[in-house]
């Protein structure tokens, strides 16, 4: 069974820096492509990074710059580096597996951390 | 605001059928790219409900069904059940951004 279990969420302040964690199982993690999305309350889906099995990269505008997508295939993992956290960046995040056959979906979900930035 | 548009709400009342549009541009739907949808019940987590326009992953009933045309695609359910009260987001992909992985804003199903 595939599992991802989001981990690290918390209380920052503004400007302040957060690592968010999926640890993966169920399948094998060094196959596939990875994702963040995030759902800020009451409001809709974000995508915001993806990293391929070859660790390739990308980022949408609201965070380039700011947060930094990893994985360690060895340990299963999928990483969020977050820094100079904004109010607005106050969401639940999600981490997302990619479909093996490059139709830019997502098939499985973890169950989401909660950030929340706040003075 | 969002690049791919749903309708903010929809409803229906139990075994009654409703349709859920998603509405794109010529740089995701209109450009050949597929439509996959979410639903995402009450305090959980996203789940994958149809995935390349028309595909439904195991375990989901054929009640739910997709459709795509130009720049546009619909979210299909037929027989409403309570249980299907949930938020639906349609997700492409839009080759204008920086490889960017889009979503609709999602619709609100009420049954009624």
């Known amino acids: 069974e595939v599992q991802l279990v989001e981990s690290g969420g918390g209380l920052v302040q503004p400007g302040g820096s957060l690592r968010l964690s999926c640890a993966a199982s169920g399948f094998t993690f060094s196959n596939y492509e990875m994702n963040w999305v995030r759902q800020a309350p009451g409001k809709g889906l974000e995508w915001l990074s993806y990293i391929s099995n070859s660790e390739t990269i990308y980022y949408a505008d609201s965070v380039k710059g700011r947060f930094t997508i990893s994985r360690d295939d060895a340990k299963t993992s999928l990483y969020l580096q977050m820094n100079s956290l904004r109010v607005d960046d106050t969401a639940v995040y999600y981490c997302?597996?990619?479909?093996?056959?490059?139709?830019?979906?997502?098939?499985?979900w973890g169950q989401g951390t909660l950030v929340t930035v706040s003075s | 605001q969002s690049v791919l548009t749903q309708p903010p709400s929809v409803s229906g009342a139990p075994g009654q059928r409703v349709t859920i549009s998603c509405t794109g541009s010529?740089?995701?739907?209109?450009?050949?790219?597929?439509v996959h949808w979410y639903r995402q019940l009450p305090g959980t987590a996203p789940k994958l409900l149809i995935y390349g326009n028309i595909n439904r992953p195991s375990g989901v009933p054929d009640r739910f069904s997709g459709s795509k045309s130009g720049t546009s695609a619909s979210l299909a359910i037929t027989g409403l059940q309570a249980e299907d009260e949930a938020d639906y987001y349609c997700q492409s992909y839009d080759s204008s951004l920086s490889d960017s992985r889009v979503f609709g804003g999602g619709t609100k199903l009420t049954v009624l």
């Open positions: 997302a597996r990619g479909d093996s056959g490059g139709w830019y979906y997502f098939d499985y």
């Open positions: 010529s740089s995701n739907i209109g450009a050949g790219y597929d």
